[in-house]
């Protein structure tokens, strides 16, 4: 339910990827996780950059 669930997110019907054979479902769960993984990397390095800004700022500030 997991992958139809993020794939209908993405506009892909209910109907296409209960057809999808297992193979397939495998192919799908994987650029899944690949794109989770790299929202995850995206946001991390995202607050990476806001804490070093705000660092920056603050001891520039002093």
Aim: charged share 35%; hydrophobic share 40%; net charge negative.
């Amino acid at each position: 339910m997991e992958l139809t669930g993020y794939w209908m997110e993405r506009g892909v019907t209910p109907e296409r990827m209960f057809a999808l054979s297992r193979e397939d479902r495998l192919i799908y769960r994987a650029i899944m996780e690949l794109n989770r993984e790299q929202e995850k990397k995206e946001m991390a390095d995202t607050i990476y950059a806001a804490i070093v800004r705000f660092w920056n700022d603050v001891n520039k500030s002093s």
